[in-house]
């Protein structure tokens, strides 16, 4: 059974970079495109962009000026960095596997990490 | 970006009943939509994907349907387990988008 974890900081200072990292258990992190997708409290499920375990990335226009992911194959693990957060990026935070039929699915997710921006 | 728009916002149901849940894309995706159950506190769980394949260990009271730009969630016969945030997502074109979510609560 495929598990994802994400892990990193629950509190990030406005204009400071988040960072978050996914590590996947259960199975292989190779041939999948893997995603990371936020939700505000209250608020419907944000995009944030994927990683394809070649390294090649697709991310939100909204957000793409701010973001970077990366893969790292020997640990089983991707990562996301958001620069110069301000409170708005404050929201439960998932990492997630693309499916592999090709529909664009989320099949598997993590729990979620809730990362506040303040001071 | 493709937005989807789901209804109702919330609904109230009781245990036996049809539910049904629309979602609607503001241009066509073709059968690449999908559908989430969420409950508070936890990560989304997927259901249902390619607008109506049933995702492994879902039970078959769920299904849906549709193409193009109109599609629907339907649970046959509403659960005790079922009360939750339901929501659709596509997967036509990145950026990949969410519906603003169905509350099912008891009646």
């Known amino acids: 059974q495929v598990q994802l974890q994400e892990s990193g900081p629950g509190l990030v200072k406005p204009s400071e970079t988040l960072s978050l990292t996914c590590t996947v258990s259960?199975?292989?992190?190779?041939?999948?495109?893997w995603s990371w997708i936020r939700q505000p409290a209250g608020k419907r499920l944000e995009w944030i962009g994927r990683?394809?375990?070649?390294?090649?990335?697709n991310y939100n226009p909204s957000l793409k000026s701010r973001v970077t992911m990366s893969v790292d194959t020997s640990k089983n693990q991707f990562s996301l960095k958001l620069s110069s957060v301000t409170a708005a990026d404050t929201a439960v935070y998932y990492c997630?596997?693309?499916?592999?039929?090709?529909?664009?699915?989320?099949?598997?997710w993590g729990l979620g990490t809730l990362v506040t921006v303040s001071s | 970006d493709i937005q989807m728009t789901q209804s109702p916002s919330s609904l109230s149901s009781s245990v036996g009943d049809r539910v049904i849940i629309t979602c609607r894309a503001s241009?066509?995706?073709?059968?690449?939509l999908n559908w989430y159950q969420q409950k508070a506190g936890s990560a989304p769980k997927l259901l249902i994907f390619?607008?109506?394949h049933l995702q492994r260990g879902v039970p078959s009271r769920f299904s849906g349907s549709g193409s193009g730009t109109d599609f629907t969630l339907t649970i046959s016969s509403l659960q005790p387990e079922d009360f939750a945030t339901y929501s659709c997502?596509?997967?036509?074109?990145?950026?990949?988008?969410f519906g603003g979510g169905t509350m099912v609560d008891i009646k």
């Open positions: 241009q066509s995706i073709s059968s690449s």
């Open positions: 997630a596997r693309v499916i592999s039929s090709g529909w664009g699915a989320f099949d598997y």
């Open positions: 997502q596509q997967g036509y074109s990145t950026p990949h988008t």
């Open positions: 390619g607008a109506s």
């Open positions: 990683i394809y375990t070649s390294g090649s990335t």
């Open positions: 259960g199975g292989s992190i190779n041939s999948y495109y």
